[in-house]
């Protein structure tokens, strides 16, 4: 168990709607970041916050949007949605030694019909 | 060309066999490099850490570093089947806070078989 949570762990929704991932960081880690996992992109990273503020943006669409709450826990949107949404979301988060690690939750896995 | 190219597999090897995983790159800025194990379902969880070039050895691990040639490896002894996983390489250009914004490889799916 790596200590991060992340809900919902499966979403099945139709194109064009909107859904919210939710994640919990490790306790302690001020930075949460977001991943998605396609079979034919692998794993790409999307957006870092750090103590509730960006700091640094990826290959994310304009139309995803996240943010990080005061008690560091983190949520990414995803609108208008298109098939090829559908990925496995990670999210990921570190402590404030930096030695490379980044603690993976189980992921949501998003299913767009 | 992607930034960091690795076989996706599946590779499948007996157990007990010594199983050797490669990743190739493209940006030379890249100074640390990763090797994150995931099995199925489940989150990345790393396994090797090494900066710049050379080996490091971890129980039946060992990780190889080869910037000039931009190459680096995971070398897996005595594999077990409770190694059958996914496998990813990852890597960053250097230590600031950015340093985190891992790029992975596609991973290589291994299977040893009992």
């Known amino acids: 168990d790596s200590g991060v949570t992340q809900t919902p762990k499966h979403l099945i929704t139709a194109t064009g709607q909107r859904v919210t991932l939710r994640c919990s960081p490790r306790?302690?880690?001020?930075?949460v970041y977001w991943y998605q996992q396609s079979l034919d992109q692998g794993l790409q990273f999307l957006i870092q916050y750090y103590n509730g503020e960006e700091r640094a943006k990826g290959n994310i669409l304009e139309r995803f949007s996240a943010q990080q709450f005061p008690d560091l826990h983190s949520e990414l949107n995803l609108s208008s949605l298109e098939l090829g949404d559908s990925a496995l979301y990670f999210c990921a988060s570190s402590g404030a030694v930096n030695t490379g690690e980044l603690f993976f939750g189980e992921g949501s896995r998003l299913t767009v019909l | 060309q992607k930034e960091v190219e690795q076989d996706p597999g599946p590779l499948s090897v007996p157990e007990g066999a010594i199983v050797s995983l490669n990743c190739t790159y493209s940006n030379s800025a890249f100074q640390y490099f990763m090797w994150y194990r995931q099995y199925s379902r489940k989150g990345p969880e790393l396994l090797m850490y090494?900066?710049?070039?050379g080996n490091k050895e971890d129980g039946r691990f060992t990780a190889q570093v080869d910037k000039s040639s931009k190459y680096i490896s995971l070398f897996i002894r005595d594999s077990q089947p409770s190694d059958s996983a996914t496998y990813l390489c990852a890597m960053t250009p250097g230590s600031s806070g950015s340093a985190r914004q891992l790029t992975f490889g596609s991973g290589t799916q291994l299977t040893v078989l009992p």
């Open positions: 306790s302690g880690d001020l930075s």
């Open positions: 090494t900066y710049s070039s």
